[in-house]
């Protein structure tokens, strides 16, 4: 044992409780104790401290404080982004490879991930979640400028006036939102009649719409998908290609 080392331990005869002295604790004694409760001890380099945990993906300097280094921020990001896969591998049942591709992100994805569903499939599913999101967009901005319209009846004020064209495209394009996504809707309605059952739509609703992993509504959806790409996504592939 070094000199000065011996000079630390030695140091620790000053802070002795009470305690340790009534009970006559030795000096090896008292350091053990210390050590097990995660007492600093002068000179001890492989000590114990009492306070939080370091957070092992955080990148530290030299002197122990977090790096603020950009690269620091990339590998710390790249962390948290390979836990987040095998997390959502863990969840949902996926090996890595597949928690790793973009389509994992939904359960529509999943399914396809796994083979549950086609890629024809896939897309038709892709296609009734663009239209649904459209609709809403349109829907949205139906209300508001009907409130805006309440507003301006209300205050007796002159119409606003500077964007009518850009307000009339909209429209336009609103009312096709809704009409495209009616005929989704009338695609699913002919598809329930046809199986005689609803359970093509709700299983639409459940996978597609509101995102929910059901294991029970894979062969309703697949009926239900069959019928948009059969009806809808050929056609809309075909009018691409022509262009």
């Given amino acids: 044992m070094s000199h000065s ?21 030795t000096l090896a004694e008292s350091v053990a104790m210390k050590r097990q409760r995660g007492i600093a001890i002068s000179g001890d380099t492989g000590r114990r401290t ?6 092992p993906r955080v990148a530290r300097t030299v002197s122990g404080r977090p790096s603020r280094s950009k690269r620091a921020k990339a590998d710390r990001a790249a962390l948290e982004t390979e836990q987040a896969f095998l997390a959502r591998a863990r969840v949902f049942g996926l090996t890595p490879a597949q928690a790793r591709l973009p389509q994992a992100g939904t359960a529509l994805g999943r399914m396809y991930v796994r083979g549950t569903i086609s890629l024809d499939q896939y897309l038709a599913g892709e296609l009734i979640r663009d239209r649904a ?22 205050t007796a004020e002159p119409p606003r006036r500077g964007a009518d064209e850009v307000s009339e495209s909209y429209e336009k394009w609103a009312q096709g939102a809704l009409q495209r996504f009616d005929e989704v809707r009338e695609v699913l309605r002919e598809v329930c009649r046809e199986e005689r059952s609803t359970a093509p739509s709700k299983a639409v609703s459940a996978v597609v719409l509101d995102d929910r992993d059901t294991v029970d509504a894979a062969a309703p959806l697949r009926f239900a998908l069959n019928g948009i790409h059969r009806r809808i996504v050929s056609g809309v592939l075909n009018e691409e290609n022509r262009a």
Avoid: C
């Fill in 133 to 154: 999101i459209e609709a809403r967009r349109a829907l949205d901005m139906k209300t508001v400028r009907q409130n805006e319209g309440r507003a301006e009846l209300s």
């Fill in 5 to 25: 080392y011996t000079n630390d331990l030695e140091s620790e005869l000053d802070k002795f409780t009470a305690s340790e002295r009534i009970h006559g604790y």
């Fill in 50 to 55: 009492l306070g939080p945990k370091r957070d």
